[in-house]
Every structure is written in structure tokens, then in C-alpha cells.
């Protein structure tokens, strides 16, 4: 049977790109001089991207290239929310899971209409390592 566009159309896609920069400030300094941020969507359970790994230098953990992650978004065309689309960030030595640091999430539908460059301090989780995760990101239309 024959089904009218209008049925067909209740939710809009959005392919968001957006530009992540990362830091980790204080890291504790028994936790090794390496450090890689491994980005998990929620949904999926891999890790889509893997950042090389970076030194720790006096507390604090810089990652120098930016990664750009396409997120895929659905919007409700009568309400206009736009559904969660959570990712995980995993700090970890790049060991087995004694070298995860911690964790952090963010959901990217909150920050899909951002036009300026801004930054998430998100303390990491799992362990009490008192370590935070600083995440600067930009939604690339």
C-alpha cells in the first residue's frame, strides 16, 4: 500500500561534524608518563576514534591535533528535540583495563547549534584519580 510522504517524514536526520581538542589537568603523576583518549558513541559500544598517545608533563596531558567525529542526529520535526547522542571519553595508559584513568560523557545533541568555539570540564569517573578531562569543541556546519 501506498504510504504519503507525510508519514515518512516525522523525524529529520542531522549529520553534525564536530572538532574536539583535549587536555587532562590533574593527573596523577603514579599513573605513567602516557596518556590516550579512546571516543566510544553509546550506542555503538567501539571506539570510533583513538587519539596517539600524549606525555604527561607536571600534572597535565595535551593532546596537540584535533580529531573531527561525524555525528549522525535525529530531530523530531514536531517537537524539534533532537534525541541524546551520547559518546564516552576513556583516559587510559593504553594498557589492559588497569591503565584506564577514567571516564566522562557527553551528549552532542545538547551542543549541535553551537557557532562558537566552547569548552567542557568534565571530571573523570571509575576512578578516583581526581583528574579532569577539558573538552573544547566546535560544531562544524
Known amino acids: 500500500m501506498f504510504k504519503s510522504a507525510r508519514w515518512r517524514s516525522e523525524k529529520i536526520k542531522i549529520k553534525a561534524v564536530f572538532k574536539l581538542q583535549f587536555q587532562a589537568t590533574q593527573v596523577p603523576e ?3 608518563n602516557l596518556l590516550m583518549i579512546s571516543l566510544i558513541p553509546e ?3 567501539k571506539p570510533t576514534v583513538r587519539l596517539e598517545k600524549a606525555a604527561v608533563r607536571e600534572g597535565t596531558c595535551t593532546w596537540e591535533n584535533p580529531i573531527y567525529e561525524t555525528v549522525k542526529l535525529i530531530k523530531e520535526k514536531k517537537t524539534g528535540i533532537i534525541h541524546e547522542k551520547i559518546y564516552r571519553f ?17 551528549n552532542f545533541a545538547d551542543y549541535e547549534e553551537a557557532t562558537e568555539p566552547l569548552t567542557v570540564s568534565l571530571p573523570l569517573q571509575t576512578l578516583n584519580s581526581g583528574a579532569i578531562l577539558h573538552v573544547s569543541y566546535l560544531s562544524i556546519p
Open 90 to 106: 576513556i583516559v587510559s595508559t593504553g594498557s589492559s583495563k588497569t591503565g584506564i584513568l577514567g571516564e566522562a560523557s557527553i
Open 43 to 45: 550506542d555503538v559500544g
Open 30 to 32: 603514579s599513573r605513567g
